[in-house]
């Protein structure tokens, strides 16, 4: 039992390219979501789903795309980078019976 | 709304001193549920305690105590005789059955030897 796991771990970026973030949970959970950390900010979030094939937009959606296909996987897309995405990005996913939260060990981007 | 307060940004203590992490919560529902959750150095997120909002007994785990008071709408965290290894950015956070979390902004906590 892996939890939530993120890749990669560390990424750089030049301005206008795009790159997809990994996540993958082993729990079948259906509840995902995605969110940035910022100095100063705490989490915020910007992409959730509920369950395969349905997303939902959280506070901080522009500049990012997600899509659901399966339960187990929740990518996070960068379609054109800017400087002001620079972040630490976490994923987690949510337990039904207790209402859990268990979070990925987080991905370091970098856009120059 | 959903809105979650931690006034105190930054705290520094001495080994063996007892240190309170505040935090204040909004929300117009009846049903929800609290998170601590500490952040060392490392970057992962570790999850400390969560509560929901039908349960005010407090809680004490080891050095670690979790105060809840629906009157004030707080769920504060002391750190009792503080270590070196407690040193961490500590998060509260709030939800709501089927939503997202929503975090405070963080205190950072820095304890000397």
């Known amino acids: 039992n892996a939890g939530v796991t993120q890749t990669p771990k560390f990424q750089v970026l030049k301005t206008g390219q795009s790159m997809t973030l990994q996540c993958a949970q082993d729990m079948n959970h259906e509840y995902m979501s995605w969110y940035r950390q910022d100095p100063g900010m705490g989490l915020r979030l910007i992409h959730y789903s509920v369950g395969a094939g349905i997303t939902d937009q959280g506070e901080v959606p522009n500049g990012y795309n997600v899509s659901r296909s399966t339960t187990e996987d929740f990518p996070l897309r960068l379609l054109s980078a800017a400087p002001s995405q620079t972040s630490v990005y976490f994923c987690?996913?949510?337990?039904?019976?207790?209402?859990?939260?268990?979070f990925g060990p987080g991905t370091r981007l970098t856009v120059l | 709304a959903q809105k979650v307060t931690q006034a105190q940004t930054e705290i520094s203590v001495v080994e063996k001193e007892d240190v309170t992490l505040d935090c204040v919560y909004e929300?117009?529902?009846?049903?929800?549920?609290l998170f601590w959750y500490k952040q060392p150095p490392s970057g992962e997120l570790v999850f400390l305690i969560r509560?929901?909002?039908?349960?005010?007994q407090n809680e004490i785990s080891g050095r670690y105590s979790w105060n809840f008071q629906k009157s004030t709408s707080s769920f504060n965290f002391t750190i009792t005789a503080s270590q070196v290894v407690d040193s961490a950015v500590y998060f509260c956070a709030l939800n709501q059955a089927g939503t997202a979390l929503i975090f405070g902004k963080g205190t950072t906590l820095s304890v000397s030897s």
């Open positions: 509560r929901n909002s039908f349960d005010e």
């Open positions: 987690a996913s949510r337990g039904e019976l207790y209402n859990e939260q268990f």
């Open positions: 929300t117009r529902d009846t049903t929800y549920y």
